[in-house]
């Protein structure tokens, strides 16, 4: 009896895999996104979308307001005690900080150097800056920094060099003053005119009667003005 031999399934060779798998990858290449993005059209429309509208004026000014970076409050207490020009602010000087329990804590910078919160409190924990109890130079959360801007020189140039203010009720007084003044030689000079005339029209021979009329004018006119020529 004779045998069937079996039939064995010679392996594939090399270069036959790798003619299938080349084969695979350009069917991969030719559907993924970067092939499609190498025709001419795709790359026309990456060129119009990728192309950028000229920008406004307030929206440049936001932008280069976004690129400036905002000083922290080291930076700001280091500028405050080297800027001779900014002494009073260092010396009036008061914070907000966060505290874990309390909130927000007022506290004048001089106790706060004095005591131990300085080495307690971490300085991101500081959210306010403020001048003279009243101006907030620079705030964390509001990106508040009128250093850097140099608004905070006007408000300390109106407390060293205050102008006074005018009174006008002082004024007035003056001019008051000044009208009565004006006014007194005017009656003065009446009276002189008076007492001239009434010299002259008298003569030496005038009787006496006529010489008591007078007496009695010039004292009825003394009475009547006296009191504007104090």
């Not at 207490?77 to 907000?96: G, P, T, Y």
């Not at 959360?141 to 905070?152: G, M, P, Q, V």
Request: proline fraction near 4%; hydrophobic fraction near 25%.
């Amino acid at each position: 009896m004779s045998q069937s031999i079996p039939r064995f399934i010679q392996p594939s060779s090399s270069s036959s895999r790798s003619r299938s798998s080349s084969n695979a990858n350009s069917d991969v290449i030719s559907s993924s996104p970067s092939h499609l993005s190498s025709s001419p059209s795709m790359m026309e429309y990456y060129k119009k979308s990728s192309g950028s509208s000229p920008l406004s004026k307030e929206e440049e000014e936001l932008m280069n307001q976004k690129k400036e970076r905002f000083q922290t409050c080291k930076e700001v207490i280091d500028r405050l005690n080297w800027d001779e020009s900014l002494a009073d602010v260092m010396q009036n000087l008061a914070m907000i900080y966060k505290d874990r329990f309390e909130g927000d804590v007022f506290i004048s910078y001089s106790e706060y150097e004095n005591s131990e919160l300085k080495e307690d409190l971490p300085q991101h924990r500081i959210q306010s800056l403020i001048y003279r109890d009243e101006h907030v130079f620079w705030d964390k959360n509001k990106r508040i920094d009128l250093i850097t801007s140099k608004e905070i020189f006007p408000i300390i140039d109106s407390y060293l060099n205050p102008t006074e203010p005018i009174d006008e009720t002082s004024q007035g007084a003056e001019i008051k003053k000044k009208k009565k003044k004006n006014s007194k030689p005017s009656i003065s000079l009446e009276k002189s005119k008076a007492s001239t005339l009434l010299k002259t029209t008298s003569g030496e021979n005038l009787e006496d009667e006529e010489e008591d009329e007078i007496d009695q004018y010039i004292a009825e006119y003394d009475e009547e003005y006296g009191m504007y020529l104090k």
